[in-house]
């Protein structure tokens, strides 16, 4: 199967080179913001819509203006790119699947993308137009020898870090068959429960910094704006942050990546994580799960290594229902955490009962040849 996969990488630019992207970001992040204010106001003011090709046309002739010779600096192709995310960015917000673009801040994630025209690569070192030197890149993994690198994204997070995101054209086989079949059950006590009995401890990145988190947002809403203390309480937070997300990240490939290996058929119970997260009580550890980030790497994993993963009904009583007999009790509070079933008198971890209900729902599905593709959280 050929697919489009991208490599991230941290890398650590010289001081020119920091300069040199720092100038990239601004001219891309000024262009982006200038050309939607300018299609937002034609349209507000006069009706009138603008598409690619008119923001285009109107960065050309600011380039040319002496108060803006400033953006022929930088290389042109970052600089384009920004309208095509800006084009990119209507289109969805018109087809109803984002909210209407915002302006891209200073002080958030900067990015630049370079299409093939505007980097080289040589299968060991990559460097970018109107740079020097190559990049020092940490290579934490090896690009496949022949894979055809298209697009080259360079972005500085928050928290100072510096990422190359290499996007290649590449080809990824179905692993040899297994004969595992398992069901899952998330959770927030243990983040997955599996029909097997096992039970994975949920991670908490968040709730395990949460203390030392609102200990440095208190230090920083206290300092002066615009000063250079405020400036490194700033990064504190950022990099906080990046270590949760980070660490979160992490587990979530871990787990997803054993399960695709071990296992040819994968069923999930879907749920809307949305409603759910309108309980406050439960909203945080909901978000901290990032139980839809789980979801989307199962599929896309399933697609890729030749595995099936089966979405079951969100309304399927799986905790309430018997795994042996399959009585259905009427009730099952939170609360509730083992019962015995009134019809054979089974004693059941709810957790562990609701893994194997959704594994036998998800083999009947499967059997009877109904629509397997994976639910969206």
Known sequence: ????????FRFYPSPEQAVMLARTFGCARFAYNTMLRRRTDAWYERQERMGYHETSAALTALKKTAEHAWLKE???VPV????????????NFFAKRAKYPSFRRRDGVQSAEYTASAFKWDGASLKLAKMDAPLAIRWSRTIPRGAKVTTVTVSRDTAGRYHVS????????????VTGKIGVDLGLTHFATLSTGEKIAAPNALRKHEAKLAKLSRRLAKKQK?????????RKVARLHART?????DFLHKLSTRLINENQVIAIESLSVKNMQKNRRLAKSISDASWSEFVRQL?????????TLIGIDRWHPSSKRCSDCGHTVAKMPLNLRSWICPEC???????????????AAGLAVSAHGESVSPMSL
Not at 80 to 91: D, E, P, V
Not at 245 to 249: I, K, V
Request: glycine share 2%.
């Open 226 to 234: 615009g000063s250079a203390n405020r400036q490194k309480a700033r």
């Open 345 to 359: 008198s089974s004693l059941h971890d709810r957790d562990i009962n609701a893994a194997r209900n959704v594994l």
């Open 1 to 8: 199967m050929n697919i489009k996969r991208a490599y991230r």
């Open 80 to 91: 384009q790119q920004a309208l095509r995310h800006l084009q990119t960015a209507f289109t």
């Open 299 to 307: 599929e896309y994993k399933a697609q890729w290594y030749g595995r």
């Open 245 to 249: 997300a980070d660490s979160r990240r």
């Open 166 to 177: 290499m996007l290649c054209e590449d080809a990824v086989s179905e692993r040899p068959a």
């Open 74 to 76: 930088v290389s042109s």
